[in-house]
């Protein structure tokens, strides 16, 4: 047992080094480079932000949700949801892996998984509240079709991430991001995403538009606009507390 | 002539006694075993179909067209009105015994900090066990939605089990409503549905009430299904178009053949088998028939040869043998036939009573038998026993009366 050890050890360590310089090319930036990048353009250490959803359904019709989300410094998120009227007094937290939602009609707080619907429509609870590709996700660099494009190959490393594996292309000028793929471990396309209309808020460069297309149900797409973004805000750290929800 | 025949036959028959017994014995068996597992398939088979019936779908169903090919049965996009007046054009169908509705949604049902996904279906208390009353077979513990209140539930163990809830806690549901908006409301769990380790669709399972899932997912005077109760379950096709005309072309109209369709492939699947160990049981009463016939018709070459030495035509010899076959099958297969029946009636009466170990309510199963089917198999068993007499008859018939008379 010991000399099977001692012999495969070398061969994988050599094998590691050896693919090392594949990982990216000198004056390219690597892989956790761009990803760190899509965290700080996505989802800036801190901000207070006002957007809307529009899910299109199957029969045509849409419905358009407008949220407040609010991120504190050590990573949680909080949201106040103020259309339509169905939906006004809710609110979603999520500290950690822990996400929750608290219904004004029971003036409750009750848990909510990442991979679940948000509000129904094609985007999921872990595409608003939970946007850290860095602690989320291993990434690879391969090479995009596209020359103007960088490819990511994102593999979840938790259950509790967004998705199992993503494919993330991000532009090589301004390194935005410019689409994704999300996929579930089977390898089955569940969702692309186009990320378009880069605009400046108060200094922070971003996309402003997201349109989310369901692949499981192909007449399903859904819209996310910002309409604004503040940067560096002071938020009470009391503002991410469970207890908080509701007040 | 053919009356002397007949008596003739019958005389021959009782000659060999021994013989008779055991050829006799093996069509009275095969027929007595064919009509007892008949009416044993024929018990078990309308146990089957009423418990699905009259435990999980209704005779008939009503759902918005296009539900039946919807991907997702909890899909809130096709829905059916349960408005009195609706509900008053499918109860004026004449034949209509009851009728409710359901809806079939799903949801994360909450407790103590932990959440589990679930499906749900939310029945009208009242109604629902006018057309389902088996339903209540499944409530192992505590009380009925009727009795529970306007926020009661019951729940499948594994369910209760993994929120680890108790019967009298609460429990609150979250689900998208028809816009995809959330809504949560709390919940009564006042019963437990099925036994754990019992076989179900979906271990994560609860019943709530049809108003408190019409306010939860924001739909009301709606349901994603009505059910109908008629008397008669084979009459349910006949029910169709008349349905149809009275609920209009937005609707679709379907019978628990084509809801439950396993229903006629299981029972489908029974009657080949039956019809093949049926086969087999005949097949081998009647080699035993040919074989006494054989032996019959070797033995008596001297007797024949003399019938025909004294004018009996080979026709006649042809159809004597024949006739000592066909009554040694008819025989016999009617006394098989009335042991087997006997059986089917005395059960039928009684009942047998099948009690599976984890199963709540123990099987009631009454084996019953049509007439059609006795009269089917005593001819299969009288015209087998002249099809396989067949070739001795021939043989017997087409003897030269001199060699037959010279024959040792």
């Known amino acids: 047992m010991k000399r099977h050890t001692s012999c495969v050890l070398p061969v994988s360590l050599s094998l590691a080094i050896l693919s090392l310089p594949l990982a990216a090319s000198p004056g390219e930036p690597t892989a956790e480079e761009l990803l760190r990048r899509y965290d700080q353009v996505m989802s800036p250490k801190t901000f207070d932000a006002l957007m809307t959803m529009t899910a299109h359904r199957q029969d045509g019709s849409e419905r358009s949700y407008k949220f407040r989300a609010l991120k504190s410094e050590d990573d949680k998120i909080r949201t106040w949801f103020f259309e339509p009227a169905a939906a006004k007094g809710q609110e979603m937290l999520r500290v950690g892996d822990n996400m929750w939602v608290y219904m004004p009609n029971l003036k409750r707080a009750m848990r909510l998984a990442s991979r679940e619907s948000f509000q129904g429509g094609d985007f999921n609870n872990g595409d608003v509240l939970r946007v850290n590709y860095v602690a989320d996700y291993t990434a690879k660099r391969e090479t995009a079709e596209d020359p103007k494009l960088w490819l990511l190959d994102l593999t979840a490393k938790s259950k509790e991430a967004a998705y199992d594996r993503i494919k993330l292309w991000l532009s090589k000028d301004k390194q935005q991001p410019a689409k994704a793929e999300y996929y579930a471990a089977s390898g089955k396309l569940l969702r692309s995403a186009v990320f378009e209309d880069v605009k400046n808020f108060h200094g922070h460069e971003r996309p402003s538009h997201i349109t989310m297309r369901n692949e499981l149900a192909t007449k399903r797409w859904s819209e996310m606009t910002m309409l604004d973004m503040k940067l560096d805000i002071a938020i009470p750290a009391q503002r991410f507390v469970l207890d908080d929800l509701g007040r | ?408």
């Open chain 2, 1 to 408: 002539m053919l009356p002397s025949l007949v008596r003739i036959a019958v005389r021959n028959v009782t000659r060999n006694r021994r013989r008779s017994v055991i050829t006799f014995s093996a069509i009275f068996l095969a027929l007595g075993v064919m009509v007892g597992i008949r009416g044993f398939l024929n018990g078990m088979q309308a146990t089957l179909r009423e418990s699905i019936i009259l435990g999980q779908t209704g005779a008939l169903q009503i759902h918005r067209k296009g539900f039946m090919k919807a991907v997702t049965t909890s899909s809130l996009d096709l829905l059916v009105p349960t408005d009195e007046a609706f509900l008053q054009k499918i109860r004026g169908v004449p034949g209509i015994q009851a009728v409710t509705a359901r809806i079939a949604f799903g949801g994360m049902v909450n407790a103590n900090d932990t959440s589990a996904v679930a499906m749900l279906s939310a029945i009208d208390p009242k109604n629902e066990i006018l057309v389902c009353p088996r339903r209540l077979d499944m409530i192992s513990s505590g009380k009925t939605l009727a009795e529970g209140g306007s926020s009661a539930a019951i729940l499948t163990p594994e369910l209760a089990d993994s929120l680890g809830v108790h019967v009298g806690k609460q429990a609150t549901i979250l689900t998208n409503d028809r816009d995809g908006v959330m809504n949560a409301l709390d919940i009564d769990y006042v019963g437990v549905y099925g036994q754990p380790g019992l076989p179900m669709p979906d271990k994560k399972f609860g019943f709530v009430p049809l108003a408190f899932a019409q306010d939860l997912l924001r739909i009301p005077n709606m349901a994603s299904e009505i059910a109908v109760r008629i008397e008669r379950f084979d009459e349910a096709e006949t029910f169709k178009p008349r349905l149809q005309a009275a609920v209009g072309p937005e609707y679709e109209v379907v019978t628990w053949h084509d809801v439950a369709s396993f229903i006629d492939d299981a029972i489908a699947a029974q009657n080949a088998t039956l019809n093949l160990i049926g086969a087999i049981f005949l097949f081998v009463a009647l080699l035993g028939i040919a074989n006494t016939m054989l032996m019959s018709v070797l033995e008596r070459t001297r007797e024949i040869g003399t019938m025909m030495s004294v004018g009996v035509r080979r026709r006649q010899i042809l159809s004597l043998f024949l006739l000592e076959a066909g009554i040694l099958g008819l025989l016999g297969g009617i006394l098989g036939a009335a042991a087997g029946s006997a059986f089917v009636f005395y059960y039928g009466y009684k009942g047998i009573v099948l009690k599976f170990p984890g199963m709540l309510a123990p099987l009631h199963i009454y084996p019953t038998v049509t007439v059609g089917y006795i009269l089917f198999v005593l001819g299969l068993a009288a015209g087998g026993a002249v099809l396989s007499a067949l070739w001795p008859a021939v043989r017997a018939s087409q003897m030269r009366p001199v060699e037959a008379l010279a024959a040792v």
